[in-house]
């Protein structure tokens, strides 16, 4: 009985990640089609890396918040050390590797890496803190990243790379050229971020996760959500699977930051500060803690909306406002269930073949 029910559960997972992959794919193949002929306006088609990169931010601060259970207020702090790394390194490695994905792919990696290294540098000493004690400790983090990205200068000439936390000590030859400006941030930024590349990160990050919540490890991280002192009595390691989840996190937080950089011809640190980290986590509130595709769902959504409402200048972020509101509150509200069932029940079921109705009925669709 005990096996049948494993058999069952894992055919379920199964279908919930083909499902998964299958929208993001039928989303990638519809959207392409559209922007290459030329059927989106060109400030929709500026916005789908973006969308891109939340939906990476969403899907990877879901794994923090909802899978391991902690608040984190910082995650924009990730995704701006991968932004800046990926920006540099893109600059860098201009002359180098002249094809634009390969070079895209390398930033993307280089970001990251540094910014799983950084996030150690955060969780390790703060190992024992939950709750709201980790929250500030994460937002104290975001905010001091921020600022000291205002105060780093990077410039590249025929010496090499100059780094210094200010412009006068950079000392370059004549004809070098400045890639970080400290409060003016990254500039003269190449776009090379594209769909295809946002969709293969969105996939990847994917991937990752879901893998990982099937895993060992996974069902040890969603053990220490549910009942820390019980992971801890039958052998779990809280430090090992705690670090695990917030390094990688954080490190599909700097790939995504990479990704939003090379989309503009410029940054700026204040583009990753504290709004940034709550407006991903509204993503991962709507979308459902824990629920993967509601994260996607609700990243897209939501990036795109106050562009669909520009027209509306003047009303525009207050009824994104009242938007965000409503959702909140019927997701939220335990009659909206019971009430899906019996619409189902009432209206599509008897229009629908006995053995279709049947199984929309058990998934409470």
């Known amino acids: 009985m005990a096996d049948k029910m494993k058999k069952l559960n894992f055919k379920k997972f199964l279908k919930g990640n083909a499902l998964t992959y299958l929208m993001v794919i039928v989303a990638y193949v519809i959207l392409f089609v559209m922007q ?14 973006p969308i891109c990169a939340y939906v990476v931010m969403a899907v990877s601060l879901n794994l923090t918040v909802g899978i391991m259970g902690e608040l984190s207020l910082g995650h924009a702090g990730f995704m701006s050390v991968g932004a800046y790394t990926g920006a540099v390194c893109s600059a860098l490695l201009a002359d180098l590797i002249p094809f634009a994905p390969l070079r895209l792919a390398i930033a ?17 000493p703060v190992l024992r803190l939950r709750g709201d004690y980790l929250a ?4 104290a983090f975001g905010e001091i990243i921020r600022n000291i990205m205002q105060v780093i200068y990077i410039g590249k000439d025929a010496n090499g790379v100059h780094f210094a936390m200010s412009e006068g000590a950079l000392n370059m030859a004549e004809g070098g050229k400045m890639i ?12 090379i971020s594209t769909l295809t590349m946002g969709f293969i990160l969105v996939m990847i990050t994917l991937v ?3 893998n990982l919540i099937r895993s060992r490890q996974g069902r040890a991280i969603m053990a220490m959500r549910d009942n820390r ?3 801890e009595s039958v052998g779990i390691s809280i430090a090992k699977y705690k670090i695990m989840a917030f390094v990688t996190s954080a490190v599909l937080a700097g790939a995504a930051g990479a990704l939003y950089a090379m989309n503009f011809s410029s940054i700026l640190s204040k583009k990753f500060d504290f709004n940034t980290s709550i407006l991903v986590l509204v993503f991962v509130v709507l979308g459902g803690m824990g629920n993967i595709r509601g994260s996607i769902i609700a990243a897209a959504a939501l990036t795109i909306l106050p562009e669909l409402l520009r027209e509306y200048a003047d009303y525009r972020m207050l009824v994104y406002a009242i938007v965000l509101i409503v959702v909140m509150l019927v997701t939220n509200n335990p009659k909206i269930k019971p009430m899906a069932t019996k619409f189902w029940e009432e209206k599509i079921a008897p229009k629908l073949p006995k053995k279709k109705a049947k199984e929309g009925v058990v998934n409470g669709k």
């Open 36 to 49: 290459t002929l030329g059927l989106l306006s060109n400030s929709l088609s500026g916005f789908l890396v």
């Open 108 to 124: 993307m990696v280089g970001g990251g890496i540094l910014a799983g290294l950084v996030s150690l540098i955060v969780v390790v």
């Open 136 to 139: 500030i400790v994460t937002l």
């Open 180 to 191: 970080v400006r400290g409060p003016m941030g990254v500039v003269g930024i190449q776009k």
């Open 208 to 210: 990752v996760v879901l």
């Open 229 to 231: 002192i019980a992971a």
